[in-house]
Each structure stands twice: as C-alpha cells, then as structure tokens.
C-alpha cells in the first residue's frame, strides 16, 4: 500500500466520513453514545448516520489491522483455531480473499469470531460485524479508494498483497483470545 493510498485514503476517505458523522450527530440522542452503542442504534433506524459512523469505526480498525512488517506467520493459539475452523491457513486466506473478490460493488471482507467459532463474511458498503452479532478480527476495505492508485482494478492482487504483506496478525490475535 502506497503512501499516496494511505494519505489519500486517511485523510480524505477516513476523515469525511468523521466530518458527516459528526455534522450528523449533532443534538441528538446519539451525540451522547458510545460509537458502538451508536452503530447498532443506527444500523436500523437512521441509515445515513449509520453508514458515516460504522466506516469510522472500520477504519478506525483497519489502520490498526496492518503493520508495515505485516503479513508472515500467525500466532500459533490463532493458527490452531484457523485448521480447525478453516482446514489449512490456505484455505482460510482463500476464503478470505473470495470474500473481498466476491463483494459486488464497495464493501468489506472479515474474519469474525461467532458462536465459538471463526468465519469469514462480506458486508456490503459501511457495514461491519458489530450489527450481526460477531466480533471482527480482521477486515479488509474492499472500496475501490483502498486499491485504486495502487492496482487499478485489480482487486484481487490487492488483497493478496493485504494478507501477505500488511496483516498485523499480533492485533488480530490478541482480539481473537479477548473474545475467545
Ligand atoms: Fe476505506
């Protein structure tokens, strides 16, 4: 991921969506709310202010998902869950990569942890795992700003690239065993 990506995709993509939600909140019930009380209370009844807030928060945790030395082995208590869950870490990067690849239009790809066991869903557009009930371990934005300086179309390369080279797999690993 680029410099450029990431300043244009920080500064502008992240940040517009914490202009709009703010704007948005403003004297309302919501102003007072956590941001994640704040996500699932939207999600249903106030669709603008849910798309702007639950995007903050996937980015928020997006930044932290990769790492400049990312990628490379798994931490072996997550390892573990992936074969049992997934039956290889190829299998579950294959998955996981489908997810991203099969998302029609702008979205998210996850690893979630739910009903004691791991899984890997999309989401379409701002919407995250907190208002399906799981818990995001990892996502990958899937929105044409996150790879097009970089890949042009290619969506694919770029998440091959996310899973290789800038997972911090130490972050998802310890949100995994506080929701284990
Ligand atoms: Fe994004």
């Not at 996937?58 to 992936?82: R, T, V, Y």
């Not at 998955?95 to 999309?122: E, H, I, N, P």
């Not at 799981?134 to 996150?146: F, K, P, Q, R, Y």
Request: proline share 4%; hydrophobic share 35%.
């Amino acid at each position: 991921m680029s410099a450029e990506t990431l300043e244009y995709h920080h500064d502008k993509h992240h940040n517009a969506y914490v202009t709009a939600g703010n704007k948005l909140m403003e004297g309302t019930p919501y102003a007072d709310m956590d941001l994640e009380s704040a996500i699932r209370e939207s999600y249903k009844s106030d669709p603008k202010l849910f798309n702007q807030i639950a995007q903050h928060w996937n980015h928020m945790e997006f930044w932290h998902w990769m790492s400049p030395k990312g990628g490379g082995a798994i931490p072996g208590n997550l390892e573990s869950q992936i074969k049992k869950d997934f039956g290889s870490v190829d299998d579950f990067k294959e998955a996981f990569v489908q997810a991203g690849v099969t998302q029609f239009g702008s979205g998210w790809c996850w690893l979630v942890w739910k009903d004691g066991k791991l899984a890997v869903t999309q989401t379409p557009n701002g919407e995250n795992p907190l208002v399906h009930g799981g818990t995001a371990l990892l996502g990958c934005d899937v929105w044409e700003h996150s790879y097009y300086i970089d890949y042009r179309n290619a969506r694919p390369k770029y998440l091959e690239a996310f899973f290789d080279h800038l997972v911090n797999w130490e972050r998802v690993t310890e949100i995994y065993e506080r929701a284990s």
